[in-house]
C-alpha cells in the first residue's frame, strides 16, 4: 500500500504542485487548506507523513502542530515543515524543515528517508 | 634709641637736679611729683625708662610700678630707694623693676642702672625682630614650598590630560582640531572655580571666558559657586551630569547638558575639572532627524522578511506550475499541463501585481493629474478586472451613474487602487467555501462636490481585527498570498487626492469599500 501523504497549505497552486510531485513518486495524497481543516484530515485519513506550511490564515502552522502532539493517536506522525518564513523556534521535533522555493527532488529524498 | 625718660620724685630738689644731670647725658626728661601725674605724662609720652621714687604721697613708687608695667611691661622701671629701704627695694625687684638706686643718688651708679635699663630693652627688640624675622621667613617659604608643590601636581595633571587629550585625538583624523570642532562647549576649571581653557566652539558661541568664574556662564540656579557643575565635581570628586542652560555671548539662552570629568593630581585629588556641555537643541534636532530618517526608511525600505515571505510563495507557486507543465509533457498528460498552464498564469499575475505595488511604493512620485470623465474611468478599471472575475464564476455588477460628469485625478494611480481592492474582493470570494454564489458590486456615482466608488462583495468578510488593521503595512490576512501592501498604497494613493477610504464587513457575509474623492484636486497638498 503506498504511503500516505498529508499536504497542508493555503495556496492551492503549492497544494497541486506537492500532489503531483509526491503522487509523481509513487505516494498517494491527501490535502487542507487551513490548519483547522488539517486536524479532521489527519484524523480521518491517518497520514503517513504530514507537509506542513507554517502561515496560513486563521490558525497559525504551529498551532496545528500543537494540537497534533496532544493527540495520542497521531502525535508520532512525520511532520515536514515547508514554509517561507523561520519556522525552526515553533515547531521543534520538525523531521526536516524545508525553505520555499525548494527543491522537489531533495523533498522527495527526505520524505523517502522518513517513511520509505 | 628712644632717650624719653620719665623722673618722678615728690621732692623738687631732686627732681631739678636729677633732670639737668640726666639732660646733659642726653636723655629727654620729664618729671612728675607723683604718681597720678607720672602716669599721666607715661601715657602720653611713653618714655622707655621710668625712674621713681618709692616713698611718694598718693600713689606710691610700687604701684607706680605695677601700673606702668600693667600697661606697657616693656617699660623699664628703675627705684629710687631711701636709705635702709632694702624691703622695699627687694620688692620693687619681684614687681619687675630693673634696678635700684639708693638716695644719695650717685651719678656713676644712675649711669650703671641706666646702662642695663638701655642694654635689656636693646636686647628685646632684637629679639624681638629676629623673631618677627624668622616666623616671616618661614611663613614665606612654607608658603613658597606649597605653591610649588601645587604647581607641580597640576602641571603634572595637565601633562597627563593633554597628553590624554593628544593620545585620543590621535586617533581621530584631524588631530587635535577635532576637539576644537565637536559640537560641545569643552571647558577646563580649576580648584579656585576659574576657568582655565576653553575649546573653539566655546570661544566662538560663548565668549573667551578664561579667567572668569565656572559659574559665570550659566543662568539659573547652576549660577552659583556651589551649584555649577565644576563646583559640583570638586565637592564630590565625582562626575556629574547636569541640565543646565547657559548664556551666549550675544545673550541667547539655550538649554545644554553637561557632563563633566575630574582630574586628578598624582595624590588623587581632583585638581581640574573637565566641563562638556552638549547643546540640547542642536542634540534634539539630530535625534528628531535620525527618527525621521529611520521611520522614512522604514517605511520607504521593504521589511524584507515580511515581502520576502509573499516573494517565496510566490516562487514555489512558479515552480509548482511549471512542474506541472514538464511533467505534464513529459506523461503526455494534457490536462496535467493545462493545469500546469494556469497555475503559471495566476503566478505570473501575481507576481506582476506586487512588483507594481512594490515599484509604486519604492518610489514616491509626485501625481500627474489629469481631468477625465467618471464612469469613463470607472469603465476601464472595471474591463481590466472583468475577465479574470468572470473566469472564476463570479458575477459581476457595474452600476455607474452616467451623469457623474469629469473630475480631475491622476488615472494611473487611482486605477492601481481600485484594481487592489477589487482583487481583494475577488480573493475573498474564493476565499469563501460556504456561498454557492458569489457577486461582487462595482458602483461610482456623484454626492454634491464628490465622487464616490463603492465595491461590494459577498466573500468571507472580515472580523474586527482584520478590519482594524487593514490598511496597515504588512499586514495581511492572506497568509501566503498576501504582501501586506495593496491596501496600504490604496489608501494612500487616495489620501494623496485628499479623498477617503472607509469599509464596513460582516465576516462570513459581505464586505463593502466605499471611497470618496473631490472633484477638483485639492489646492494645497
Known sequence: MPKKILIIDDDPVIVKYLKAVFSDNGYATCSAGSSMEGLEVVKEEKPDLICLDLQMPGEWGPRFYRRLRKDKELKDTPVIVVSGIDGDHAIKDAVAFVKKPFDSEKLVGIVKNTIG | MDKKLLLVDDEEGIRKVLSISLSDSGYEVFTAENGEQALKIFREHSPPIVLTDIKMPGMDGIELLQKIKAENPDTEVIMITGHGDMDLAIKSLKYRAIDFVSKPINDDVLEIALNRAHEKILMRNKLREYTENLEELVREKSAQLIAMER?????????????????????????????????????????????????????????????????????????????????????????????????????????????????????????????????????????????????????LGLKIGSISHGIKSLLTGLDGGLYLVDSGFAKQDQARVREGWEAVKITVSRIRKM????????????????????????????????????????????????????????????????????????DACLEDGVKKAHKIIFGAGRDQDRIFFEITDNGIGMDRETRENLFTLFFSSKGNKGTGLGLFITKKIIEQHGGKISVVSRPGVESRFRIVLPNRFPAVM
Open chain 2, 151 to 299: 604647581q607641580v601636581a597640576v602641571g603634572q595633571t595637565v601633562e597627563g590630560l593633554s597628553a590624554a587629550m593628544k593620545n585620543i585625538a590621535g586617533d581621530l583624523e584631524g588631530g587635535l582640531n577635532y576637539f576644537n570642532e565637536m559640537p560641545c562647549f569643552v571647558s577646563i576649571h580649576n580648584r579656585d572655580l576659574k576657568v582655565v581653557a576653553v575649546n573653539q566652539l566655546y570661544r566662538d558661541r560663548l565668549g573667551d571666558k578664561t579667567g572668569d568664574n565656572s559659574w559665570e556662564v550659566y543662568s539659573g540656579e547652576n549660577a552659583d559657586d556651589a551649584l555649577c557643575p565644576s563646583a559640583k565635581t570638586f565637592k564630590t570628586q565625582k562626575g556629574q551630569r547636569t541640565k543646565a542652560t547657559v548664556k551666549y555671548a550675544n545673550g541667547r539662552q539655550t538649554p545644554v547638558i553637561v557632563h563633566t570629568a575630574p582630574i586628578r593630581n598624582q595624590t588623587g585629588e581632583v585638581e581640574l575639572v573637565v566641563e562638556i556641555a552638549a547643546d540640547i537643541a542642536e542634540v534634539n534636532r539630530l535625534r528628531t532627524q535620525v527618527r525621521e530618517l529611520q521611520d522614512h526608511l522604514s517605511s
Open chain 2, 355 to 426: 512588483v507594481q505595488n512594490v515599484l509604486f511604493f519604492a518610489k514616491e512620485r509626485e501625481l500627474k493629474w489629469e481631468r477625465i470623465s467618471a464612469v469613463d474611468f470607472a469603465g476601464d478599471v472595471a474591463a481590466s478586472l472583468e475577465t479574470k472575475i468572470n473566469d472564476q464564476d463570479i458575477e459581476f455588477v457595474c452600476n455607474f451613474d452616467p451623469s457623474m460628469g469629469d473630475f480631475e485625478v491622476d488615472a494611473g494611480v487611482m486605477r492601481i487602487a481600485l484594481i487592489n481592492i477589487l482583487e481583494n474582493a475577488l
